[in-house]
């Protein structure tokens, strides 16, 4: 076979298979380099695919998280509204309320001084004119008004308590509750049974001669009788008695009336 190719042309198929073997091993060397750079892509795809799935993932739970604290920070601003509103609304209440107070201080400060006025030729030891509690309170004796063991109105005490009723007759807003109190000693007779008797009639006299002679509206008007049992002073002492035997009138303010104070203009 030698003999039959020339040694030049063997020479050239020689190189040419050599060059193809270089060829190939060039090829395998490439295409093993470029299947180490797929799996180096490969490994970096997956990679970048877990951080995009971590970053989804995470995403979406501050997502969440911004969600709620935004439904909290609502919630928490409408509970701030609304204790503010609560806040505000008391405290505009307590300055009606305070105002409201001050205003029924200043009507009974004028009522007091228009009973004194009228009453100023009274004796001082028979009628006692005062405020307490922020109620008007007309304190007058048993011996102004009534004979002893008696529960009609003398001609004199009618005159003392028509001033009264010129005072409460400028003020028809406001109401009256006439009250008896007597002493401790016992009373027992035909017409009276004992000191609750003599108290509640000595009371109803009163309003009586206010409804009937002096025209004050009997709405208004409340009889009552509390007997021994509201004294003044000791029941030991002949002064005590006398100052416990008494007739108290209270002027005080009628409730519907005092709540319309309240209501804001």
Known sequence: MFSC?????????????????????GCQDELRNL??????LKKQNSDLTSQVDYLKKNSNQ?????????????????SMKQSMQTLSE???????????????DSLNMNLVMNLKSSLHDVNDKDINIKVEKGVVYV???????????????TENAKGVLGKIANVLD?????DVMVEGH????????SVLTDNWDLSVKRATSVVRILEKQYKINPNRMTAAGHSKYVPVASNETNDG??????????????LDQFFKLLVRK
């Open 139 to 153: 304190d007058i004796s048993d011996k102004l008004l009534f004979n002893s063991g008696q529960y009609t109105v």
């Open 5 to 25: 190719v020339s040694s030049k042309k063997y020479k050239s198929l020689d190189t040419t298979y050599k060059k193809s073997l270089e060829n190939e091993k």
């Open 35 to 40: 299947q180490s750079q797929l799996g180096d």
């Open 182 to 189: 007597t002493d401790s000693i016992p009373i027992h007779n």
């Open 62 to 78: 501050v997502l969440n998280a911004l969600q709620d604290m935004s439904v909290l920070s609502s919630k928490q601003a409408e």
């Open 90 to 104: 008391k405290d505009a209440y307590i300055k009606d309320l305070q105002s409201a107070i001050a205003r029924k």
């Open 170 to 174: 400028a003020h028809p807003d406001l």
């Open 241 to 254: 008695r006398a100052m416990n035997r008494r007739t108290r009138i209270i002027i005080l303010p009628q």
